[in-house]
């Protein structure tokens, strides 16, 4: 079944795959929980979290380059958290 995925993976993927499976062995591909990574636990900053629910494109842990993806159902429905608005600043009279 490996060599079946292995021959539909592009060859870069792949070597990118193996170059962080060699140290994080089993945890080379996490799911986020809770919005942190499933590898090293550190929560992802809102942009990442957003990449990785809304992107097609293959996101990596900022802070131990482990692949995220999505999992559950509750991070997979989860929206994107919204972009903050600045507060306006009263002027004192």
């Known amino acids: 079944k490996k060599e079946e995925l292995v021959e539909k993976t592009e060859p870069k993927i792949y070597s990118f795959y193996e170059r962080i499976r060699r140290w994080a062995k089993n945890t080379s591909i996490v799911t986020i929980k809770k919005q942190a990574c499933g590898g090293c636990f550190i929560r992802l900053n809102d942009k990442i979290y957003a990449e990785v629910l809304t992107s097609g494109d293959m996101i990596t842990c900022p802070y131990c380059g482990r692949i995220l993806y999505a999992e559950s159902a ?4 989860a ?9 306006e600043s ?4």
């Open 79 to 87: 929206q994107p958290p919204k972009e903050s608005q600045p507060k």
């Open 90 to 93: 009263q002027e004192s009279v």
């Open 74 to 77: 509750h991070e997979s429905n």
